[in-house]
């Protein structure tokens, strides 16, 4: 990153004791084109979990419209939840797809690397949106600032059911079908479902 | 094929990604992340340690990817491949930013070959250029042997992530922010199993003790420092492994002190700890 183009999160992380920091994306909207481009971008959804859209999934970081010798061009910048993150290519894409339909010529993805995506900018919107989906929201996340411990116990108390709200489940996998998923089952209505896991 | 197209290829990878359901791909990992040569950084080195931290994940995770239908249930099958990702990913990001500080450790490809740096770095380059350590590279055995591999590896690995966090090249501190929230994961995951199968059935208990005495060997080199390691952390850049020593004894013994199971007798990176019986090693330098 730098220095001039400070990424938003960097901002929540100095809001001491903000569980969930904000995960609307930092963007321009003092011009008209600004606020369009914030709004077309906000509207694209998480090619996996598409009852999420990018922003409320805290991946889309900034919209911008910057200006050079040719004219604008819209800058999004997206962040990777996990490293290895297949979906990265496709969310690109689809940005720069749903922008030049809504008439933005030039568009560029920058990818922010730092700060690491966090579960806990995942916004109230798309918390909300994962239960209704029958997923299980994250609580929230680590802080790791020093050595890890390292859990040899259950990685966090067992979310209740999405589906029956039973507090009876029981983790069968700390990796799921996405790497930002952990499998469990509730023993009460004996649907599996998949919790979003904290990092 | 139309004529427009001179070959297949062309046709493949010129022109608009929007005919690709999920875009081709073919593009900087690192665009828009600051690639700046630290002040007082041999390009050069930064290359070589971002190769041997790169392909440390890149080979390790090569060998995880193929336990991919073949683990003991569909849950540890997803496991390891998710974990493999996660490994390829950091893998990605470390070689294309081998490739940004020094362009000269990228094989030459014929001109106008659209293959990305990190890519030519992982697929053409030959076997004796990968800097790995071996514990990522031997072949895979049972499961007990892969869950020993992955929390000795991923044991240092950690140690080390959390050390780089602080680095003052931008996107070896990015990686490893993001990273230590990943191998965590990767760590536990391997100390759950670890004592699930030492406490679980007499075979089981056999396994693990086979893959702990045939990996431990392997663990040393994993925080012996290389004279490139000791440069780049002295630059604030790099972190020294022989300081991960301590936390990595710590993590390993708190894992072999639940599961019940010793410490094998091979200390092959504390020579000074070592007693009358620990004469079969060799104290490192």
């Given at each position: 990153m730098t220095a001039d183009r400070p990424a938003i999160a960097r901002r929540d992380a100095?809001?001491?004791?903000?569980?969930?920091?904000?995960?609307?994306p930092r963007g321009c909207e003092a011009t008209e084109a600004g606020r369009r481009a914030l709004e077309v971008a906000g509207e694209v959804r998480d090619p996996e979990m598409p009852m999420l859209t990018l922003a409320d999934l805290g991946v889309l970081r900034g919209v911008e419209v910057e200006r050079d010798a040719d004219g604008e061009v819209v800058v999004a910048s997206i962040t990777p939840t996990y490293t290895g993150c297949p979906a990265m290519a496709t969310m690109r894409d689809d940005l720069v797809h749903r922008l030049r339909d809504a008439g933005f010529d030039r568009v560029e993805v920058r990818v922010v690397l730092d700060p690491p995506w966090s579960s806990d900018w995942i916004s109230e919107r798309g918390r909300a949106a994962l239960r209704a989906a029958g997923l299980s929201a994250p609580g929230p996340a680590p802080r790791r600032p020093g050595p890890v411990l390292l859990t040899l116990g259950p990685p966090r108390p067992a979310p209740p059911c999405p589906r029956c709200g039973s507090a009876a489940t029981r983790l069968?996998?700390?990796?799921?079908?996405?790497?930002c998923k952990a499998l469990y089952r509730c023993t009460a209505c004996l649907e599996p479902f998949e919790h979003v896991k904290e990092i | 094929m139309s004529d427009e197209h001179g070959s297949v290829f062309d046709g493949l990878l010129g022109g608009d990604s929007s005919q690709w359901a999920f875009g081709?791909?073919?593009?900087?990992?690192?665009?828009?992340?600051?690639t700046t040569t630290p002040d007082g950084v041999d390009p050069a080195e930064l290359a070589a340690y971002c190769l041997m931290l790169g392909d440390d994940a890149l080979i390790m995770s090569q060998r995880l990817s193929e336990w991919c239908s073949r683990a003991p249930d569909l849950e540890e099958d997803i496991a390891l491949a998710n974990m493999a990702l996660d490994l390829l990913g950091q893998a990605r990001l470390l070689l294309a930013r081998a490739a940004a500080a020094d362009p000269a450790v990228v094989p030459a490809l014929p001109e106008g070959s659209p293959v990305p740096p990190e890519d030519a770095l992982a697929f053409f380059?030959?076997?004796?250029?990968f800097r790995n350590v071996r514990l990522a590279e031997v072949p895979n055995g049972d499961f007990a042997h892969v869950v020993v591999r992955l929390l000795l590896f991923s044991t240092a690995r950690l140690a080390l992530l959390e050390r780089l966090r602080t680095s003052r090249d931008h996107v070896l501190a990015a990686v490893a922010g993001k990273g230590v929230k990943e191998v965590a994961y990767h760590r536990d995951w391997a100390g759950r199993w670890f004592l699930t199968l030492a406490q679980g059935t007499e075979e089981s208990h056999r396994r693990l003790l086979a893959a702990l005495d045939a990996l431990w060997p392997l663990q040393g080199e994993l925080v012996a420092a290389h004279p490139l390691e000791r440069s780049l952390a002295g630059a604030g850049v790099g972190v020294d492994p022989a300081e991960l020593r301590q936390e990595v004894d710590a993590v390993l013994d708190q894992v072999l002190t639940v599961s019940g199971v010793p410490r094998p007798g091979r200390r092959p990176w504390r020579a000074s700890a070592a007693g009358p019986d620990a004469t079969a090693c060799t104290p490192r330098p």
């Amino acid at each position: 990153m730098t220095a001039d183009r400070p990424a938003i999160a960097r901002r929540d992380a100095g809001t001491p004791g903000t569980r969930h920091p904000s995960a609307t994306p930092r963007g321009c909207e003092a011009t008209e084109a600004g606020r369009r481009a914030l709004e077309v971008a906000g509207e694209v959804r998480d090619p996996e979990m598409p009852m999420l859209t990018l922003a409320d999934l805290g991946v889309l970081r900034g919209v911008e419209v910057e200006r050079d010798a040719d004219g604008e061009v819209v800058v999004a910048s997206i962040t990777p939840t996990y490293t290895g993150c297949p979906a990265m290519a496709t969310m690109r894409d689809d940005l720069v797809h749903r922008l030049r339909d809504a008439g933005f010529d030039r568009v560029e993805v920058r990818v922010v690397l730092d700060p690491p995506w966090s579960s806990d900018w995942i916004s109230e919107r798309g918390r909300a949106a994962l239960r209704a989906a029958g997923l299980s929201a994250p609580g929230p996340a680590p802080r790791r600032p020093g050595p890890v411990l390292l859990t040899l116990g259950p990685p966090r108390p067992a979310p209740p059911c999405p589906r029956c709200g039973s507090a009876a489940t029981r983790l069968t996998s700390e990796f799921g079908a996405t790497a930002c998923k952990a499998l469990y089952r509730c023993t009460a209505c004996l649907e599996p479902f998949e919790h979003v896991k904290e990092i | 094929m139309s004529d427009e197209h001179g070959s297949v290829f062309d046709g493949l990878l010129g022109g608009d990604s929007s005919q690709w359901a999920f875009g081709t791909d073919f593009e900087d990992p690192l665009a828009g992340v600051d690639t700046t040569t630290p002040d007082g950084v041999d390009p050069a080195e930064l290359a070589a340690y971002c190769l041997m931290l790169g392909d440390d994940a890149l080979i390790m995770s090569q060998r995880l990817s193929e336990w991919c239908s073949r683990a003991p249930d569909l849950e540890e099958d997803i496991a390891l491949a998710n974990m493999a990702l996660d490994l390829l990913g950091q893998a990605r990001l470390l070689l294309a930013r081998a490739a940004a500080a020094d362009p000269a450790v990228v094989p030459a490809l014929p001109e106008g070959s659209p293959v990305p740096p990190e890519d030519a770095l992982a697929f053409f380059r030959d076997d004796r250029d990968f800097r790995n350590v071996r514990l990522a590279e031997v072949p895979n055995g049972d499961f007990a042997h892969v869950v020993v591999r992955l929390l000795l590896f991923s044991t240092a690995r950690l140690a080390l992530l959390e050390r780089l966090r602080t680095s003052r090249d931008h996107v070896l501190a990015a990686v490893a922010g993001k990273g230590v929230k990943e191998v965590a994961y990767h760590r536990d995951w391997a100390g759950r199993w670890f004592l699930t199968l030492a406490q679980g059935t007499e075979e089981s208990h056999r396994r693990l003790l086979a893959a702990l005495d045939a990996l431990w060997p392997l663990q040393g080199e994993l925080v012996a420092a290389h004279p490139l390691e000791r440069s780049l952390a002295g630059a604030g850049v790099g972190v020294d492994p022989a300081e991960l020593r301590q936390e990595v004894d710590a993590v390993l013994d708190q894992v072999l002190t639940v599961s019940g199971v010793p410490r094998p007798g091979r200390r092959p990176w504390r020579a000074s700890a070592a007693g009358p019986d620990a004469t079969a090693c060799t104290p490192r330098p």
